[in-house]
């Protein structure tokens, strides 16, 4: 006759483990309770978020594409307007979807929710949190990417194969910006404080190579826009979609891999202070 | 008992020091009720100091940004192309810039009203509950409703007008002898759109995300499809009704015949005008009834 054993188990000693006590190897918990509380609450806006690129690629692609004809594109090569600013739109959507996730989501979830304080007083460590955040941010960003590709196939604005590298590659730059953002929304102690963030968002929309190539541009303007993080993610982007790469694909991607260990390290370092004095 | 009759010194001794007399409370009321709508703007927009580098900064932010990117970026794109040019006056072209000025004045208005209008309002009755106090006053509903209005129109002709100022300084009006009025053309977008969204606001007893929905499949698709940065005939019948319906797009026609003379028949200038303001004073009067039914109900 065993007896079974009800004693907890002992392992829970957080200076053995990696990262001692930020991480808690417990990012699961926050994601499945993240999942539960969207699909609950608001599934149909979340859905619905795709559109707004898409309205934005009907109306600029057809509309504006009529007035502009073709743009050098990378390599050189002329392309189609709706072909140009297609791969764009997708990054700016990246930016959009993970910022708007990681700062007015999060914010009310830091300080009217008090969520965070929460899942702080379990074993669970800020970088847990962060990270099961972040994974859900890049969860519905996925899903996005992929609306819009087959939004972009249904339209006839894929060219190559390469063009569906593009979904993952849009996770990536998500995962830049929604790293940043938390850590930025730690700061924050008011709502209005949150327009900043869209005081940040629009030039960098509006500016970014987004609707026209970087050529039109004077020189010095030309390399204030080559150090914003959008700029990288739409060459990124516009680069695959036509599946033509160089040595500048790498650097983009790398300009994200930097930004994302910086964010994720600022971030965990922000919830490690604002939660476990 | 009988309560002393006060007046009759109250009268002597203020005739004595020169002063006026102090006014009844039939006459505080009446006073209210004359005035009421003003009040109400009035705390509006005090209210709104609360945030007021918000709207400092959309006001000055937002032109300069779209004026920069759109208005001399896209601009080099599209006036390269030798087969853009936009019609204006007696024949003559005008560049990108100066078609897509008024466009983004009568955004502008349409933005801030779209913001006013949603959850500021719905917060009024359900959050904040700023239109209980008035309320209880010798303010009536409609003149709460009209005083919000009064300071809608506040905010957005301060932001209409600085746009209309960049607009100046960026070379983008070809006529300002007439351009000027489109502050206005604009302000009747953002009540023509902001009344009828007001009047939804006020029935709304839970946020479930409809505002999001009315940005998402109204707002955004009224301001891409209105002609905004491309004339509307380059859009395929099937989603150039959307023009059509959209205060945005009479506005701006309007704002652009204002601003360079862009070529219309009398007829349809007649036609903007009359469709907006049908839109923003029916959006009013179904404004003014709702927001009567909730609180006074």
Redesign the interface.
């Known amino acids: 006759m065993s007896v079974e054993n009800r004693t907890a188990p002992t392992a829970l000693v957080p200076q053995d483990r990696f990262l001692g006590s930020l991480y808690g190897r417990n990012i699961r918990a926050v994601i499945a309770r993240g999942l539960k509380a969207t699909w609950g609450t608001n599934w149909s806006i979340m859905v619905s978020g795709f559109v707004e690129p898409v309205l934005y690629l009907v109306a600029m692609g057809i509309g504006l594409g009529a007035l502009v004809g073709t743009v050098v594109g990378p390599g050189g090569q002329e392309m189609e307007y709706a072909n140009f600013i297609a791969p764009a739109l997708l990054a700016v959507s990246a930016m959009n979807g993970a910022v708007y996730d990681s700062t007015m989501n999060v914010f009310f979830k830091l300080n009217y929710a008090r969520l965070y304080e929460g899942m702080l007083s379990t074993p669970l460590g800020p970088l847990d949190v962060a990270m099961g955040e972040i994974f859900l941010a890049l969860l519905r960003g996925a899903m996005y990417a992929t609306g819009f590709t087959a939004v972009m196939g249904a339209m006839g604005l894929i060219t190559s194969p390469w063009a569906l590298l593009m979904i993952p590659a849009a996770v990536v730059i998500a995962f830049g910006f929604a790293s940043f953002g938390m850590a930025v929304t730690s700061y924050m102690k008011t709502f209005q404080q949150l327009d900043w963030v869209n005081m940040i968002m629009l030039p960098m929309f509006l500016l970014s190579a987004t609707f026209y190539p970087l050529s039109v541009y004077p020189e010095a303007v030309q390399s204030v826009i080559q150090a914003l993080p959008l700029w990288h993610g739409v060459e990124l982007l516009r680069q695959i979609s036509v599946g033509i790469f160089s040595w500048g694909t790498a650097g983009h991607l790398l300009y994200f891999v930097v930004m994302i260990v910086l964010g994720l390290t600022l971030t965990t370092n922000r919830l490690r202070a604002l939660f476990l004095k | 008992m009988t309560s002393p009759e006060p007046t009759g010194t109250a009268v002597r001794s203020h005739e004595v020091l020169g002063l006026r007399s102090p006014l009844t409370p039939l006459e505080t009321a009446a006073k209210a009720r004359r005035f009421g709508s003003f009040y109400y703007a009035d705390m509006w927009i005090r209210r709104m100091r609360?945030?007021q580098?918000?709207v400092l900064?959309?006001a000055v932010?937002?032109p300069l940004?779209?004026l920069?990117?759109?208005g001399t970026?896209?601009a080099?794109?599209?006036d390269g192309?030798t087969?853009?040019g936009f019609p204006g006056a007696g024949g003559s072209t005008v560049s990108y810039l100066v078609f897509l000025g008024p466009a983004l004045v009568a955004t502008a208005a349409l933005m801030v009203s779209s913001e006013e209008n949603t959850y500021t309002i719905m917060g009024g009755f359900k959050w904040h509950r700023t239109y209980y106090g008035p309320n209880a006053s010798p303010l009536s509903s409609g003149q709460i409703a009209l005083g919000h209005v009064m300071g809608l129109t506040v905010r957005i002709l301060f932001t209409t007008v600085i746009y209309y100022l960049f607009l100046l300084a960026f070379g983008a009006v070809e006529q300002p002898a007439t351009g000027w009025l489109m502050v206005f053309t604009a302000l009747l977008a953002g009540l023509a759109f902001g009344m009828p969204l007001m009047a939804f606001s006020a029935t709304l007893k839970e946020d479930k995300?409809q505002f999001?929905?009315v940005q998402?499949?109204i707002v955004?698709?009224l301001f891409?499809?209105s002609g905004t940065?491309?004339p509307l005939d380059?859009?395929?019948l099937a989603?150039r009704w959307i023009g059509w319906v959209s205060p945005l797009w009479h506005s701006t026609e309007l704002g652009r015949v204002l601003s360079y003379g862009h070529p219309e028949p009398a007829v349809m200038t007649a036609v903007h005008v009359v469709y907006l303001l049908v839109l923003a004073v029916g959006g009013l009067v179904l404004a003014r009834r709702n927001f009567t039914r909730r609180l006074d109900g």
């Open positions: 609360g945030y580098w918000t900064m959309t932010g937002t940004v779209y920069l990117g759109m970026g896209l080099v794109l599209i192309n087969n853009a995300g999001a929905m998402r499949f955004m698709p891409l499809f940065f491309f380059s859009l395929p989603v």
